[in-house]
């Protein structure tokens, strides 16, 4: 006796094109992950910022680890709900610049946990530089032509170089900054000192900003410069005797952010003459101050200033999973 079939033809399923790169990052003070397309557009972009106890200047490496360890799980796992079967790769940044005797220990708690997520979704892995993230960043949707010469100043807490880019060459290559602290370590010491909890950048921003023209100022030295190479520590120390001396933080802030101002504009300038470029990009945590971008793109400058949005000059993944995408579809 024939019986009848209960059966349902199957309908073909089409597997979702791999077209995402998902980006990660653990950088001294923040936990980041990101999304980028085939299209070069920026599908997701989620970070955690390290907590630091009121009155402390920064984190040991091995207390950031431990919360990269547990921040970036749960990160991850919101994007992976919605974007699983699109990752075609993972881009991690595995240590702080693109030099072989870089290291820092955050980068191996990133680093790990991107290999396991390249074998569990069967993707490759690309490894780049923190810097070369931060730059890449700030370049998205500025126009600025990647393949020709220009310079760029990653200014950030841990960093205060002078980069400079040749034409078809993806390499950065060193060529000024400060010999001891970076802006960011300045610019947080200071902070720390009036009062403000640590990071300092925003707050002491939005200060300088304050500081109306009928209040008395401060009047600090210029930083001292070599080349283009510079020393910020004696600048901390005029900070520092400024604030015993009961400095108002407003004037103090607004004092410090223009000798950094004048220091990037005459290094910059100089360093334009030397390579023969005329653009200069700005990157980093310490770029994304407004009083500092306007106080750079009012003032005369033979140089062009380039600043991408402020929301990817600080530590963020964009910029690792762009490169991962340029990787993967050059």
Known sequence: M??????????????????????????????SAALADAARSVAADVRMQLPVKSGERGLRQSAAFFHHVDNMPALVKTLLREYRGRIGAVAVSDKPRPVAEAYMPVFRAGSRFAETLSDALDAPLFRFSHQEGHIRAALHGTGLNRNESFLAWHISGGTSELLFSETGDSRLSAVGGSKDISFGQLIDRVGV???????????????????????????????????????LS??????????????????????????????????????????????????????????????LLSAESASARVFGEAALSGDNAVGIALLGVEKLWP
Do not use: W
């Open 2 to 31: 024939h019986r009848p079939s209960f059966e349902r033809p199957c309908k073909a399923v089409t597997a979702p094109a791999k077209d995402i790169v998902l980006g990660i990052d653990t950088s001294n003070y923040t936990s």
């Open 193 to 231: 000192a009036l009062g403000l909890d640590f990071p300092a950048g925003a707050r002491l921003d939005a200060l300088a900003a304050e500081a109306g023209a009928g209040m008395p100022g401060i009047k600090l030295t210029r930083i001292y410069t070599d080349g283009l190479y510079f020393n």
């Open 234 to 295: 004696g600048t901390e120390t005029q900070c520092m005797r400024a604030i015993a001396e009961g400095a108002r933080a407003e004037t103090l802030s607004r004092a410090l952010f223009d000798v950094i101002a004048d220091c990037l504009l005459s290094i910059g300038a100089e360093a334009a003459r030397i390579y023969g470029v005329r653009e200069v990009l700005f990157t980093g945590g310490v770029s994304a101050s407004g009083f500092l971008r306007n106080r």
